[in-house]
């Protein structure tokens, strides 16, 4: 069972970038798909990005492809999310979810439905000001 705890959240500028971290523990982080979901005030959890366990493959939200990346470093069993060109409809909580996939090289299906993961994190806040 891995546990995820989430970094890297925080106030920025409009236009900014942040990258934030999600780093596992207690489990083969190379085991385990990973997603990233945000939730904004009085809005449903919104899928952002899945990848897979060998990093080899992700799939992106059509709307926030080419602004967001995905990325992961299984020596360091983390995971990354790079935002570029925020703005204030990007303030929400950032969370990372886990799930145990058989290929290596497989996006979790549905990627975008949070009941796909079996594992999340706390989430770390984003405020994004104008």
């Known amino acids: 069972q891995v546990q995820l705890v989430e970094s890297g959240g925080g106030l920025v500028q409009a236009g900014g970038s942040l990258r934030l971290s999600c780093a596992g523990s207690g489990g083969t982080f190379s085991d385990y798909a990973m997603g990233w979901f945000r939730q904004a005030p009085g809005k449903e959890r919104e899928f952002l990005a899945a990848i897979s366990r060998n990093g080899q493959n992700s799939y992106y939200l059509e709307s926030v492809k080419g602004r967001i990346t995905i990325s992961r470093l299984n020596a360091a069993n983390t995971v990354y999310l790079q935002m570029n060109s925020l703005t204030p409809e990007d303030t929400a909580v950032y969370s990372c979810?886990?799930?145990?996939?058989?290929?290596?090289?497989?996006?979790?299906?549905?990627?975008?439905?949070?009941?796909?993961?079996?594992?999340w994190g706390q989430g770390t806040q984003v405020t994004v000001s104008s």
């Open positions: 979810a886990a799930v145990r996939t058989f290929s290596p090289a497989g996006i979790p299906q549905p990627s975008q439905q949070p009941s796909t993961y079996s594992y």
